[in-house]
């Protein structure tokens, strides 16, 4: 179910535009608008959850699939030497959009952390 307030629901229906790289029946990736590294997608579900802590087994189920997608999204979209996956989890963390999202950051070489 999508949530017609958020911002990442509407990108996924198309009301707000984005530079998508990726769509399949459960998931949406699209360029960051404010790229952290040179290569930075977003990978979303097509099912609105804010949190992990939201996450039923059907959730999970889709974070799995997200998972097994993600490295051959990564590689055709200039990740080919590597890549790191992020998921900001809360204010402490940063999270500004609840909807749950993967940040997919490489293209060059990333500073440690
Ligand atoms: P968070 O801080 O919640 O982990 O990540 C939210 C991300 O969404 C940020 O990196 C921000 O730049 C990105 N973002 C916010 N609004 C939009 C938008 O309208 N379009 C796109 N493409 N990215 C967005
Ligand atoms: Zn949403």
């Known amino acids: 179910m999508l949530d017609g307030k958020c911002i990442f629901c509407r990108i996924i229906k198309g009301e707000i535009p ?14 960051d608008i404010e790229p952290k590294a040179k290569v930075h997608l977003l990978a979303v ?34 990740c ?17 959009v609840y909807h749950l999202h993967i940040h997919i950051l490489g293209g060059e070489k990333l500073s440690d952390f």
């Open 18 to 31: 984005s530079s998508k790289v990726y769509e399949d029946d459960k998931m949406y990736v699209f360029k």
């Open 45 to 78: 579900p097509k099912t609105h959850f804010k949190l992990l802590e939201e996450m039923g087994e059907t959730e999970a189920d889709i974070l799995k699939y997200m998972l097994l997608k993600i490295p051959s999204i990564a590689k055709a979209n200039g």
């Open 80 to 96: 080919e030497n590597g890549y790191r996956l992020l998921i900001n989890q809360g204010d402490d963390a940063g999270q500004t």
